[in-house]
């Protein structure tokens, strides 16, 4: 079964506007990751956080992460219309080999 | 040109046909996988190898068979048993067992005919 669940599975905004995808999993984690992938193209890494964070920031994107409730947060300020893709969680578990399990993904369109 | 590139784009399968999809990276990496994505779905994972001649099954391997001669190379066989391939096909590397981020390749997209 998929470790990581997002949440909203779709969201459409305006140029300009922040945007908030929320992810939550069940077990316990190594990492959190997230990834973009563009319509019918490979992924993208982003951004990865480790258990002992709860916030990361690379240039627009802003992660958090709350082990107490297995929820992890991307947001993406002062979007573009070049940020329209899906974005998926991943984790590695705890105790696991690298492997990555990802969520279904939110289709984020920002429209001009 | 450093990254992961996998070939063809678009493959089309006939009944009872295996068909073979490729994956290469030069960026030297130790492990190589594959995944599974269905439409409006995230990913899955197929098979992962951590190193040459060695490789284990991921959550969907029915139906599946890779094989790692080389660093280098990682080739996905969609075989017969596989009733359901239509599919987009993700491979995806990672320098070693204890580095998390993965890079993926541009996909294969699978149909049957």
């Known amino acids: 079964s998929q470790q990581g669940e997002e949440d909203p599975q779709a969201l459409s905004i305006q140029e300009g506007e922040n945007a908030t995808m929320n992810c939550s999993y069940k077990t316990s984690i190594n990492n959190l990751q997230w990834y973009r992938q563009n319509s019918g193209r490979g992924l993208v890494h982003l951004i990865l956080?480790?258990?002992?964070?709860r916030e990361k920031h690379s240039g627009r994107l802003r992660v958090t992460l709350d082990t107490s409730k297995k929820s992890s947060s991307l947001l993406i300020t002062a979007s573009r219309a070049a940020d329209t893709a899906s974005y998926f969680c991943?984790?590695?578990?705890?105790?696991?080999?690298?492997?990555?399990?990802f969520g279904a993904g939110t289709r984020l369109a920002v429209h001009p | 040109d450093g990254g992961i590139t996998q070939s063809p784009k678009y493959l089309f399968r006939k009944e009872g046909q295996n068909v073979t999809l490729s994956c290469e990276q030069n960026?030297?990496?130790?492990?190589m996988y594959w995944y599974r994505q269905d439409p409006g779905q995230g990913l899955r994972l197929i098979y992962y190898?951590?190193?040459?001649?060695?490789?284990q099954k991921g959550d969907i391997a029915e139906g599946y068979s890779v094989s790692r001669e080389k660093k280098e190379s990682f080739p996905l066989t969609v075989t017969s048993a596989q009733k359901n391939p239509t599919a987009f096909y993700l491979c995806a590397s990672a320098a070693g067992t204890s580095v998390e981020t993965q890079y993926f390749g541009p996909g294969t997209r699978l149909l049957v005919l």
């Open positions: 956080i480790r258990s002992n964070e």
């Open positions: 960026l030297n990496h130790d492990a």
């Open positions: 190898s951590q190193i040459v001649n060695d490789f």
């Open positions: 991943a984790t590695v578990p705890k105790g696991g080999y690298n492997k990555l399990i």
